[in-house]
């Protein structure tokens, strides 16, 4: 098992979430912490906060072919996976952060943000 840990950020470029991606042969289990924008973001709570979730309830993704190590495919799918299962009005900023940092990696915001 490969654990990937990766902050989000705002358009500030503070931080102001975390992710903990997950990856065993073909499969892909991704985990979040989001800070409220009224809180101050500590990195160590949101970390904690992210991979203890992973470990209990993550959201899931299987591929046909084995997932690639490298860390920018694992991060760009992980939020990719994210957004597919950010359906509720709740999670309305969780697509806006996610949709800032696709932009950023250089991916096309996908269109269901």
């Given at each position: 098992m490969n654990?990937?840990?990766?902050?989000?950020?705002d358009d500030s470029n503070n931080p102001v979430g975390c992710v903990a991606a997950s990856t065993e042969g073909n499969s892909l289990s991704v985990a979040y912490s989001l800070c409220n924008p009224?809180?101050?973001?500590?990195?160590?709570?949101?970390?904690?906060?992210?991979?203890?979730?992973?470990?209990?309830?993550a959201v899931g993704?299987?591929?046909?072919?084995?997932?690639?190590?490298?860390?920018?495919?694992?991060?760009?799918?992980?939020l990719q996976v994210l957004a597919r299962h950010a359906t509720t009005e709740r999670c309305d900023r969780l697509r806006q952060v996610i949709r800032r940092e696709l932009q950023r990696d250089g991916e096309r915001a996908l269109q269901i943000l």
């Open positions: 654990t990937k840990i990766f902050y989000l950020r009224h809180d101050r973001f500590n990195r160590q709570l949101a970390r904690k906060i992210a991979t203890e979730r992973l470990a209990s309830k993704l299987t591929s046909r072919t084995p997932l690639a190590a490298d860390i920018t495919n694992v991060r760009t799918t992980a």
